[in-house]
């Protein structure tokens, strides 16, 4: 089976992160290896949450991992709280010749997450200018390029080693929009807007790609399969609180054995 490794916290509330990862990737038929950078009651759009830092730990479980003697087919990054994780996992990334797919989690609806200093945020961008493909949203796409612009943003990007570029949530005309961008090509695709924007849909992206392209779609097919289903599960959703996330449990089957196909 192939292996994907996922570099993200695990948050107990707030449905994103690890606890989307796992189930995404797994139900795509690839193995999921977890390592959590951090471990948090809940994700931190919350008022009030306990978080626990791994950062000291993150060398370790590495060093652990190569005396295993395990490869990776893919590499899965997200909340990184501590410049060092990322230090770890570029040392990690250099040695392993895996996919990799860096989802730059920074911020949203304009605005940075709680904790992410400048020099975390630089720090990323680093990982970011080493992946295959990176799922920014339309905030963090800001953050990494200083670009409020999606396609010269998204330019940068591909000038500085990206493959391909997945800009996410993009709003026009009451729509959302999710883009790709390669070099000499683009393409958006919008669907219906419910109007708010849950916490987590951009890990569910992040995990259904990576999923995807590891069962041998594309990265056109990939973006599509994301869309539609993160489409469907906000259209189910019974949470109020945006903190809650999307209820995507009861879709989980429909990517059973589609192979990036929706
Ligand atoms: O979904 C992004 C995310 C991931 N992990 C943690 C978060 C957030 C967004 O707020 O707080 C801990």
């Excluded at 993200?8 to 994103?16: E, I, P, Q, R």
């Excluded at 959703?237 to 929706?262: A, I, P, Q, Y």
Aim: aromatic residues 10%; glycine residues 10%; charged residues 20%.
């Amino acid at each position: 089976m192939k292996k994907c490794a996922l570099i993200n916290d695990l948050s107990g509330f707030g449905k994103c992160s690890l606890c989307v990862g796992i189930p995404i990737i797994s139900v795509f038929g690839v193995e999921a290896h977890p390592l959590p950078t951090a471990v948090l009651s809940s994700q931190t759009g919350y008022n009030s949450y306990e978080k626990v830092d791994l950062t000291d730990k993150i060398n370790d479980f590495f060093y652990e991992w190569k005396k295993l003697g395990v490869s990776f087919d893919g590499i899965l990054t997200g909340y990184f709280s501590d410049e060092r994780q990322v230090d770890a996992v570029l040392d990690f990334v250099r040695e392993q010749s895996a996919f990799l797919l860096v989802d730059p989690v920074m911020g949203d609806s304009g605005v940075r997450y709680k904790g992410f200093s400048q020099s975390l945020c630089s720090k990323i961008k680093e990982l970011a200018l080493c992946a295959d493909i990176v799922t920014p949203n339309v905030t963090e796409l800001y953050l990494l390029t200083g670009e409020k612009d999606l396609k010269t943003g998204a330019e940068i990007l591909l000038e500085n080693g990206v493959k391909t570029v997945m800009v996410t949530g993009i709003q026009e005309n009451g729509k959302i929009g999710n883009a790709i961008f390669e070099r000499n090509f683009c393409e958006t695709f919008f669907l219906p807007y419910s109007g708010i924007s849950y916490s987590g849909t951009g890990d569910l992206f992040s995990a259904i790609v990576m999923g995807s392209v590891l069962s041998g779609s594309s990265a056109y097919d990939a973006v599509k399969t994301a869309a539609q289903f993160i489409s469907l599960a906000v259209e189910n959703t019974d949470s109020v609180d945006r903190n809650d996330g999307v209820d995507f449990e009861k879709f989980l089957h429909l990517l059973v054995g589609r192979e990036g196909k929706f």
